[in-house]
C-alpha cells in the first residue's frame, strides 16, 4: 500500500548451484529461504539484482525448472496417473504417450499399482511420490523443492530422501532443497548453506558435505563424520534461531 516501507526479504547475496550439484539452504523461518526459490522459479521478480540460469539471465518463468512444494499439489478429481500426465499434456504431448511415460515415473517411486487411485485414496507418502513423479517427468534441468517432505513422518521423511537421491543419482540435476531439518540437509545435499534471520536476510555460511555417495538417508546418519558436520553448522545456524526466537539456544 502507498506510504508503507519496502519489505526487504533478502539482502544483498549471491549463490552458485553448480550443473548436478545438491544444494541445501537452512535458516531461521522466515529468513527468505523460499523467496530464493521462488525468485530461480520466474516466480518472484528480484528487486534488484539478476538470476541466472544456465550463464542466460532469467526474464519469465524457469522452463527448465520443476518445482516440489510443501503441500500437495495434485488434482483431487484425477487419478494418480492423470495427475502426473498433465503435467506433459499441457506442454502438447499427446495423452495415450503422456499417460504411458506417467505410468512409467509411477514405476519409478514405487506406485505402478497405484495408478488409478486418487489422492484421498493415497496415503502422505504416496501423495508425495505422485508429486515427485509429476515434476520429474518433465525431466527439469534443475530441481526446486520447498520443504517438500515437512508434512511426513520422520521414518517416511527419510525413505523419501533416500528415492530422491536414488532418482537424483540417474541424471544429477541441479538441487535447490530447502529445509528446517539440518539432519536431513546433512544427508541428502553436497552443500548446506545457511541463511541469516531475516528480515533482510542474507547468506552467511556454506559447508561441503564430503559424505561418500551413494547414501542411504538413514544410514548416513551413524557416520562419525556426520556428526562432526552437524556440530560444525549447528554452532553457526544456532544463533540464527535464537535471534528469531529472542533467546539463547541450548548447544
Same mark, same amino acid.
Not at 504431448?93 to 514405476?107: G, I, V
Given at each position: ?89 499441457? *506442454? @502438447?504431448? !499427446?495423452?495415450?504417450?503422456? $499417460? +504411458? /511415460? ?5 514405476? &519409478?517411486?514405487? #506406485? ?11 496415503? *502422505? @507418502?504416496? !501423495?508425495?511420490?505422485?508429486? $515427485? +513423479? /509429476? ?5 527439469? &534441468?534443475?530441481? #526446486? ?19 530422491? $537421491? ?86
Amino acid at each position: 500500500m502507498k506510504g508503507q516501507p519496502l519489505f526487504k526479504a533478502v539482502a544483498p547475496t549471491s549463490l552458485h548451484v553448480r550443473e548436478g550439484e545438491f544444494v541445501a539452504i537452512v535458516g531461521p523461518t522466515g529468513c527468505g529461504k523460499s523467496t530464493l526459490l521462488n525468485a530461480t522459479a520466474g516466480l518472484l521478480r528480484p528487486a534488484g539484482g539478476t538470476v541466472a540460469i544456465f550463464g542466460e539471465p532469467l526474464s519469465g518463468l524457469n522452463e527448465k525448472a520443476g518445482y516440489l512444494f510443501q503441500q500437495d499439489a495434485l488434482m483431487p478429481w484425477k487419478t494418480a496417473a492423470d495427475n502426473v500426465a498433465i503435467a506433459l499434456e499441457i *506442454g @502438447g504431448t !499427446r495423452r495415450a504417450e503422456a $499417460l +504411458a /511415460q506417467a505410468q512409467d515415473w509411477l514405476k &519409478k517411486v514405487g #506406485l505402478g499399482r497405484f495408478g488409478d487411485r486418487y489422492p484421498h485414496q493415497l496415503s *502422505g @507418502g504416496q !501423495r508425495k511420490r505422485v508429486g $515427485l +513423479a /509429476q515434476v520429474l517427468v518433465r525431466h527439469p &534441468k534443475i530441481l #526446486l523443492m520447498d520443504e517438500p517432505f515437512g508434512p511426513l513422518d520422520a521414518q517416511t521423511r527419510q525413505i523419501m530422501g533416500t528415492l530422491l $537421491l536414488r532418482l537424483w543419482a540417474q541424471d544429477r540435476k541441479a538441487v535447490m532443497f530447502v529445509t528446517h531439518d539440518l539432519e536431513e540437509a546433512i544427508a541428502l545435499s553436497d552443500r548446506v548453506v545457511i541463511m541469516s534471520a531475516g528480515p533482510e536476510a542474507r547468506i552467511i555460511g556454506d559447508f561441503p558435505i564430503d559424505l561418500e555417495r551413494p547414501r542411504d538417508t538413514a544410514e548416513i546418519r551413524l557416520d562419525p563424520r556426520f556428526h562432526t558436520l552437524h556440530r560444525q553448522i549447528w554452532d553457526q545456524l544456532k544463533t540464527e534461531v535464537a535471534k528469531t526466537y529472542g533467546e539463547d539456544m541450548p548447544s
